[in-house]
């Protein structure tokens, strides 16, 4: 039998841009899964909600959960152990691969990040003036930071429908600068959708952080160590008014990362472990335990409802297309930055209408403004209307091949 032939590729094994590209391509896989499980149980919580069952959707997020020691019980609703616990858990997450991107990504350098970071303050600036725009001085007014969010798992969700027709390179446009957006949801959430502070339990979350950091450069790589530290963390940010989930971010600026170990550090078998239980169970219960509005009771909008649903639709749907466009137009235009490779303008105002889809971010930040108010339930709609709206635009703009200017 004659020897098989085998080329010279073969023997060299996957090509270097091919291995550049594997973990980017293994994060959208699970983004854009994530993004079809988040649809799924948004229709499934609004389908429950507005069924003739809609109290047992009510009775199940409202069963109160806790645990008891020794002078101490910490008690709260199933719907505030999502909101407060796992959520932190997604910011965690959300804080990784921030680090990720600014050590070995698209925001490692001032050239490769200046597209994206251009993008995301303007998609979060002119929402938020638009919104604005509509409440300044109302009851809704706490509510301009909704707007200002980008939703990545449906958004890449929405671009995996489209397959081929959209080039690799804006599939990493529209995550960096989804992942520019949570920075400054994080620090929106911090500074202004937290409550009275109490100093001395900041002061105790503060000096946990300096723990971490001593144990990072102690060359400490033990995750339950960070664990540890992790669940302290939260539970003083908690007891601070801080919003808890922003100690999952921080606590993440402290994972150690070697490049001499890639692949192998803390912070990337982190990122690794939790991409599946954050995209397919935390970020699920969060659709199923908050998108589920009920509709006769909601629709009847008062005007400060309409103002509210309307300023986020006006933010989501007409502000971030304009702000990412209009902001990419100018950093490419002072020469700051330049275009994703093999992608036009036509390819920019497509992401730029997924940018529009708020979801997980935006209905968090609802929470926060309204918590249980009068306004949540027509932040919600206005949320749910606006990403639909947003997702649909984009997906038939970039429906059509998009050629590089």
């Known amino acids: 039998m004659a020897p098989e032939l085998i080329t010279p590729s073969e023997h060299a094994g996957p090509a270097p841009i091919e291995r550049a590209l594997r973990p980017f391509q293994q994060f959208a896989r699970h983004e854009s899964a994530s993004g079809i499980v988040l649809m799924g149980c948004t229709v499934i919580a609004l389908a429950w909600a507005n069924s003739p069952w809609w109290h047992s959707y009510e009775q199940l997020w409202a069963l109160p959960l806790g645990f008891s020691a020794p002078s101490y019980m910490l008690s709260a609703p199933l719907h505030q152990w999502i909101n407060d616990g796992l959520m932190a858990v997604f910011f965690f997450l959300v804080g990784l691969e921030i680090k990720r991107e600014m050590l070995v990504g698209?925001?490692?350098?001032?050239?490769?990040?200046?597209?994206?970071?251009?993008?995301?303050?303007?998609?979060?600036?002119?929402?938020a003036l638009l919104y604005v725009a509509l409440n300044a001085g109302g009851p809704g007014a706490r509510g301009w930071g909704i707007p200002m969010a980008t939703d990545i798992a449906f958004a890449i969700g929405v671009l995996s429908l489209l397959g081929t027709r959209v080039s690799p390179a804006l599939k990493v446009f529209l995550t960096a600068l989804a992942i520019v957006d949570d920075i400054g949801a994080v620090l929106v959430i911090a500074i202004f959708y937290s409550a009275g502070i109490a100093w001395d339990a900041l002061a105790a979350g503060g000096a946990l952080l300096l723990?971490?950091?001593?144990?990072?450069?102690?060359?400490?790589?033990?995750?339950?160590?960070?664990?540890?530290?992790?669940?302290?963390?939260?539970?003083?940010?908690?007891?601070?008014?801080?919003?808890?989930?922003?100690?999952?971010?921080?606590?993440?600026?402290?994972?150690?990362?070697?490049?001499?170990?890639?692949?192998?550090?803390?912070?990337?078998?982190?990122?690794?472990?939790?991409?599946?239980?954050?995209?397919?169970?935390?970020?699920?219960?969060?659709?199923?335990?908050?998108?589920?509005?009920?509709?006769?009771?909601?629709?009847?909008?008062?005007?400060?409802?309409?103002?509210?649903?309307?300023?986020?639709?006006?933010?989501?749907?007409?502000?971030?297309?304009l702000g990412i466009t209009l902001a990419s137009w100018l950093a490419v235009r002072a020469g700051a930055a330049s275009l994703p490779?093999?992608?036009?303008?036509?390819?920019?105002?497509?992401?730029?209408?997924?940018?529009?889809?708020?979801?997980?971010?935006?209905?968090?930040?609802?929470?926060?403004?309204?918590?249980?108010?009068?306004?949540?339930?027509?932040?919600k709609l206005g949320i749910l209307a606006a990403s639909l709206i947003a997702g649909i635009a984009g997906w038939l703009l970039l429906r059509r091949p998009v050629r590089a200017a």
Request: glycine share 14%; aromatic share 6%.
């Open 106 to 127: 698209e925001l490692a350098s001032v050239r490769l990040a200046a597209l994206p970071v251009a993008a995301a303050v303007g998609g979060m600036i002119v929402p």
């Open 341 to 379: 490779a093999g992608a036009g303008w036509a390819g920019v105002r497509g992401v730029s209408w997924l940018g529009g889809i708020g979801f997980t971010m935006s209905l968090f930040i609802a929470n926060l403004a309204f918590e249980g108010g009068p306004l949540l339930n027509a932040a």
């Open 211 to 321: 723990l971490s950091v001593l144990a990072n450069r102690l060359g400490v790589r033990h995750l339950g160590v960070y664990l540890l530290v992790g669940v302290l963390l939260w539970g003083c940010f908690l007891a601070s008014g801080v919003h808890a989930t922003v100690a999952g971010v921080l606590l993440a600026m402290t994972i150690p990362s070697d490049a001499a170990q890639e692949g192998r550090s803390p912070l990337h078998r982190l990122e690794r472990g939790l991409h599946v239980p954050v995209a397919f169970v935390i970020m699920p219960l969060f659709a199923l335990s908050n998108a589920g509005v009920r509709l006769a009771e909601s629709l009847p909008f008062a005007a400060d409802g309409a103002l509210v649903a309307g300023g986020i639709v006006l933010g989501l749907v007409l502000g971030k297309p």
